[in-house]
């Protein structure tokens, strides 16, 4: 990648370096193009609960994004992402329930709160090496799921918690969804834009200098170290970006359900979390919405399409798991296109000996 | 210690805690065996098993199906259960452990937690939960009991921890004055040069694996019955608790690793009679891990390590 340049060269240098209109970003800019457009216009006309669904999956997309993001290219792992987006959904009804604020305002100040908070984790959590820093997460999302199960979520009462045990239900507002997105099919594309606005930020991350510092930091520590990177200042913003997202994401997740409930959130989601993240594919950005899909779409496949009990998802995420752990470690993102390539050679192949006179045996 | 008349100290009225006492010592008693089966585990083959829980409740599982639908004898159960544990951990090691063993700690974590999802995976389609489906693995031995020092005390309480403290006694002396006992100690140390010594790497392994699933099928046995219902989810979780343990005692000291047992029990039932704490008691092995990790961690800068391979 870039990380070689000579230091000295001018921002517009190193602007041209991070998006060069070569053949190859062309290509892959009208791919995502593409996808953008049958994302926004195609999908939705599907069915309606396949447009929430697709909801779903592009929030989920977000978060897996962070936790990607934190794995693939620093080599930290947070089991504890859940935790945040628990904490981001909280946050968001609270403040909805209690403020008037526009819609983009509560999405930047529930993701202000996450980052917060994974900042406040991570800053002592960030001397401990990777292993350790898995548990504590892990740890750290257990204790919030306790927490959240006792307070459970606002119900319109006052009070920090908002909660009362003699809720008005009928008088009780879902939480705000943006004005001009009222409807499941607009507050979809809404979603949709926001989420890739996410990525965006995601791909400025990776491309740019912070990238840089995280590639040196999961290749060696002590050598980064040498080389001036700022270890922990790039640790933590690595930390508080991923947790900027699970609060983004919580934010959406809370205007899509309108009114959030405790039971909806399991300890075990940070380990399916996990699971579809490494499946989709870690150090590549198509890997969180390879990974959005597998842990939203594919339940509400099986569920409702197919008649299939759900639960089986857990055990195919669980076998994925060991799958790519031990053969593909880009995940799905990158073993995908490159079984792809194998079988379309092999299918060329066995058409050229076809043609050549059926030699082959 | 004589408890006929109330008595305050500190002003606690301990007259009234006797109970939570003696159930957080059988609690404590089971983290404590499971904590020790993680550590031995970890130690012979770096893996830290996060599967733990989740094979003592599909073992838990299986025993109350014997039981329930069946007409074969219970001890039948009682032992399919544990043994359970054993061959599913010595299959798991069989099939990966060898694959996973120049990775990463972090990589082999990571390994049982497919395992773990595959297990809940089962348990959530062959026994799921709902209201109506308040499944229960009484022990014989809860019919049982005795007062001591004023207190009701069952004989599965006293099992929990008895087993936990002749299981750290049994596997410290173990590891200390038998052959195979000094192997998995080398391999703890080096598995390549162990293994270039001519000790059997693979064959030791496995001998921890099914060694470490048998406790995780005790242990899956004996919860369900102190914590009153068989919840595959909860049994799953138990895993924290054991977790919290074996950081406690740093993943290396097995005597250490019983205590921390012991105090995450306790910790756990001592809030219940206070109703401001009794809705967070169950956080008490989170926080006691946390404190138990950023303890370790006091002196450390910079962490050198290989992750993401």
Known sequence: ?361 | MHSVVGFAVFGVDWEFLKPYIVLGLALGGVYALSGVGIVVLYQATGVLNLAFGAIGACGALIAYWMINHTSWPHWLAYVTCIAFGGVVNLAYGLLFGPAFAARDPLVKMMGTLGLALILLGIMAWRAPVGGAFARFLPLPSSSHTFTLFGAFVNWTQVIALAFALVLTAVTTAFLRYTNLGTAYRAIANDREITATLGVPVRRVEASAWFGSGLVAGAAGLLLPDLITSLDYAALTFLVIAALAAALIGRLQSLWVTFAGGLAVGLAQALFAPYASLARYRSAAPFVLAILALLWLSRHRVVTITRTAR
């Open chain 1, 1 to 361: 990648m870039a990380a070689s340049r000579t230091p000295g060269q001018g921002a517009a240098a190193a602007a041209r370096a991070t998006f060069s209109l070569d053949r190859g970003s062309i290509v892959r800019g009208l791919a995502i193009a593409v996808f953008l457009a049958i994302a926004i216009f195609f999908l939705p006309t599907i069915g309606a609960d396949w447009t929430t669904t697709f909801t779903s999956v592009a929030i989920y997309s977000v978060i897996t994004l962070g936790l990607g993001l934190l794995y693939g290219r620093v080599g930290l792992i947070s089991l504890g992402q859940v935790a945040l987006l628990v904490i981001g959904v909280w946050t968001a009804t609270r403040l909805s329930f209690a403020t008037d604020l526009p819609f983009p305002v509560l999405l930047l100040l529930t993701g202000a709160v996450t980052c917060g908070v994974g900042v406040l984790i991570g800053l002592p959590a960030i001397r401990l090496s990777g292993l350790y820093l898995a548990l504590i997460t892990l740890m750290a999302a257990g204790a919030v799921n306790v927490v959240l199960v006792a307070i459970n979520f606002p119900n319109g009462g006052g009070g920090f918690t908002g909660r009362t045990d003699t809720p008005d239900l009928s008088g009780l507002k879902p939480v705000a969804r943006p004005s001009i997105a009222e409807g499941d099919t607009a507050y979809y594309r809404y979603v949709v834009v926001v989420a890739a606005v996410m990525f965006l930020v995601a791909l400025l991350h990776v491309r740019g200098k912070p990238g840089r510092a995280w590639a040196a930091i999961r290749e060696s520590e002590p050598a980064a170290l040498a080389a001036g990177v700022n270890i922990v200042l790039y640790k933590l913003w690595a930390f508080a970006l991923a947790s900027f997202m699970a609060g983004v994401a919580g934010c959406l997740l809370a205007a899509q359900v309108g009114q959030p409930t405790a039971q909806s959130f399991q300890t075990q989601d940070s380990l399916t979390l996990l699971a579809t993240t490494l499946i989709g594919g870690i150090f590549s950005l198509w890997g969180a919405v390879v990974a959005g899909c597998f842990s939203q779409l594919l339940p509400f496949l099986f569920q409702v399409q197919w008649g299939i009990n759900p639960n089986f998802v857990l055990i195919l995420f669980g076998a994925g798991l060991l799958q790519v752990l031990l053969t593909a470690p880009g995940g799905l993102a990158q073993q995908f296109p490159k079984d792809m390539a194998n079988l379309g050679r092999l299918v060329w192949r066995g058409v050229g000996k076809v043609t050549g006179g059926g030699s082959g045996s």
